[in-house]
């Protein structure tokens, strides 16, 4: 933590008890989940050009919190994310959508931005659309995604969203629902992405933007944008800019 002094032009530093290293720009929220992060996936590391600190939930399993988003979880989380701002985090997100079932509680709960789930980007899309336009969003469990997490990150009117789910894919579900332990990238993005990104936008006329919403789909967006005829939105890479400059450090 750096001090200005404008009497001397000095800088100063000064230590944070019970902090064990300086210079983090994000801390990310992590499932309990076994599953191997590939370049350009929110967990990884060399995914950004700046540092970031990561905290694993203890118990945020898939079942806990994508299927059932059970609320008994918030306070293990909510200290995750408290520790991750002790340890110099100036904001916090996580690596999974579905943790957008408690923003409320952890943005509440720290003194720094927090935004637990892409989709929290939808309304911001929709306010660059004409009204009679929809936004395609891939999900990586349709069936669970309720409207607690959707409400908890102001999405209140569904009525001009498109949500596909991608657990009725082989190597999708193989791999980041039912955890296997390895990831095919090549058979998992034409499969996943590009075909239901297709369907997606062919149900519904009027759609333009696909937001892939599963954090584990990294390096996929020029193949759903094609697909789509669309500008992808969300590229899974995440911004490689730091929070210090980024306008969403605010931190």
């Given at each position: 933590m750096t001090i200005?002094?404008?009497r001397t032009s000095r800088r100063v530093y000064r230590a944070r008890r019970g902090q064990v290293a300086y210079g983090y720009s994000v801390?990310?929220?992590?499932?309990?989940?076994?599953?191997?992060?590939?370049?350009?996936?929110?967990?990884?590391?060399?995914t950004y050009d700046f540092p970031v600190l990561?905290?694993?939930?203890?118990g945020a399993t898939f079942d806990a919190i994508i299927v059932r988003q059970d609320p008994d979880m918030v306070p293990l989380i909510v200290e995750a994310a408290q520790e991750l701002v002790r340890q110099g985090a100036k904001a916090v997100t996580s690596d999974c959508g579905y943790f957008g079932a408690y923003q409320r509680e952890v943005a509440e709960a720290v003194p720094v931005p927090v935004f637990l789930s892409s989709l929290m980007q939808v309304p911001l899309i929709l306010s660059m659309l004409g009204?009679?336009?929809k936004v395609a969003a891939l999900v990586a469990n349709g069936g669970s995604l309720s409207t607690?997490?959707?409400?908890?990150?102001?999405?209140?009117?569904?009525?001009?969203i498109v949500f596909r789910g991608l657990e009725d894919k082989p190597e999708f579900r193989r791999t980041v629902l039912d955890e296997c332990g390895t990831l095919d990238a090549d058979a998992v993005e034409p499969r996943a992405s590009t075909r239901r990104s297709e369907r997606s936008c062919s149900s519904a006329a009027t759609c333009r933007p696909t937001r892939p919403r599963c954090r584990r789909r990294p390096g996929y967006p020029?193949?759903?944008?094609?697909?789509?005829?669309?500008?992808?939105?969300?590229?899974?890479?995440?911004?490689?800019?730091?929070a210090s400059s980024d306008p969403l450090s605010r931190s």
């Open positions: 200005a002094d404008e801390g990310i929220v992590c499932l309990e989940y076994y599953l191997p992060f590939i370049p350009g996936d929110v967990g990884n590391a060399s990561y905290r694993e939930v203890k009204p009679g336009k607690r997490v959707l409400e908890r990150i102001g999405i209140h009117d569904m009525s001009r020029s193949s759903t944008g094609s697909a789509s005829s669309t500008t992808s939105t969300s590229p899974s890479r995440r911004s490689r800019t730091p």
